[in-house]
């Protein structure tokens, strides 16, 4: 079986909310950070992350951020010729979650695969055999959104402590949040 292990990251409020609008509902600045330094951080310095992101994720993040730098940016969707038309060069569009992993394959220089979301595409990394551990920050209050994490099946996945996340509960206004790591048995 592939060697690649999809990893997905994510933050998700009280009833698993994740966005409303095609944007975030909280703005949490150090979350943020922990989601680029986890989404960029290698151990070969000769090496990069990809990120995997469904369509409209990719439509959510401002044009000044994207493609995400210093990783491979990966684009989901059903329409992959308009697409490319539409992203910068070196940004890789595919018509799903296979295509993305024997991309991944095909090249020497990624080292982590992070799936990013939204819902389906955690949905589909979450059944997928490659699926790896979720990254789950729990923000620990609730926020109106249209846009959720899927249930988390906790036969399949259970918590565990993981060296490099802090344990302890984060505090960043008034909103505090846990990082969590859910690893598949
Ligand atoms: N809190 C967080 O951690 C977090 C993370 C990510 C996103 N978000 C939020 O979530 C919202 C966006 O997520 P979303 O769930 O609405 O959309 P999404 O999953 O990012 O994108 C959905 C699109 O991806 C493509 N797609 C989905 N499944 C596919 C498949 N199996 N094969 C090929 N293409 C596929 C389709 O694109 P086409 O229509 O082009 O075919 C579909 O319309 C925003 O509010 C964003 O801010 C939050």
Redesign the pocket.
Known sequence: MSKVKLHL????CDNMG???????PWRLKKEMAYFTTMTTKVLDPTKVNAVI??????D?IPDKYRPLSDRVNIV????VES?KENVPEGVVVV???DEAVKYIESREDIESSWV??????YR?AMTHPNCGKIYLTEIQKSFDCD?FFPNIDKQQFHLVDEEEVPGERQEEGNISYYFRVYKKL
């Open positions: 990251i994510a933050a998700a994740i966005g409303v609008n095609g944007a975030l992101m469904g369509r409209r994720t990719w959510c989901l969707t059903h329409n697409v018509p799903g979650l990013i979301g939204g819902s389906s595409i589909a846009t």
